[in-house]
């Protein structure tokens, strides 16, 4: 299980769809991988689709374990898509919620424990993530704004929290293998790159508007 975060232009989405669902496609086949992320536009971007609507969810639905368990017909429309499944990409973590990622955690081991004798009760565990998948890997960039409300995000403090988010959390929380992208690779424009760099040397968007003003009306000009 890996995380790979870094500042928007220094190329995580390019090596992802380039280069690393090739590499996992040639491995474990072209169904052989899953790519996702929670909301519409992150999920085109890298050909995938959302996590809600791999799990056969809607935005009005609980994240509640009692009321993730699968019917007959989710179940038979989620082994088409998680049951040979090798690698699951999951884009734009920094945006996820916690509970929504113990959800996709949750179900995925529903949808693939009578294949390999999972027990649902371990799923939150570092060797049974996502239904034992071979390979987990999320990407993201910390510097972005948080999921709303700011305290579902996987990097916010867990006081107060369900125990769903602490599960989806936990598995997160649980990678290995962690790389940081520090070298923006797509912008030339001077004053995009100075308001980037103001952004990473202070750990944020939130705190950049609040403390860069000017520089935020210049980006604002710009768009």
């Known amino acids: 299980m890996g995380l790979r975060d870094g500042g928007g232009g220094c190329g995580k989405t390019a090596l992802l769809v380039n280069v690393v669902v090739p590499l996992f496609e040639v491995f474990f086949g072209p169904r052989g991988v899953l790519k ?18 791999s799990q056969g969810l809607t935005p ?34 920094s945006q996820l919620q916690g509970e929504l990622n113990h959800a996709d955690a949750l179900r995925t081991t529903y949808a693939r424990q009578h294949k390999y004798r999972l027990n649902p009760l371990d799923y939150w565990k570092p060797s049974e993530r996502h239904g034992r998948v071979a390979v987990l890997t999320y990407w993201g960039d910390h510097l972005q704004l948080p999921p709303v409300p700011a ?8 006081q107060g929290t369900s125990n769903e988010h602490k599960a989806g959390t936990q598995i997160f929380r649980n990678a290995d293998l962690v790389y940081r992208f520090e070298k923006m690779m797509r912008f030339t424009d001077h004053t995009l790159v100075e308001i980037l760099d103001v952004i990473i040397a202070i750990g944020g968007v939130g705190r950049f508007v609040a403390e860069h003003p000017n520089l935020f009306r210049r980006l604002l000009g710009n768009c």
């Open 151 to 158: 305290s579902a995000s996987m990097l916010a403090p867990l």
């Open 60 to 93: 009005e639905n609980s994240l509640r374990t009692a009321s993730l368990t699968l019917n007959t017909q989710t179940r038979q429309k989620m082994a088409h898509t998680v049951l040979d499944v090798g690698a699951i990409a999951i884009d734009e973590c």
């Open 36 to 53: 996702k992320a929670p909301s519409n536009k992150p999920a085109r971007l890298i050909s995938g689709t959302t996590i809600h609507s």
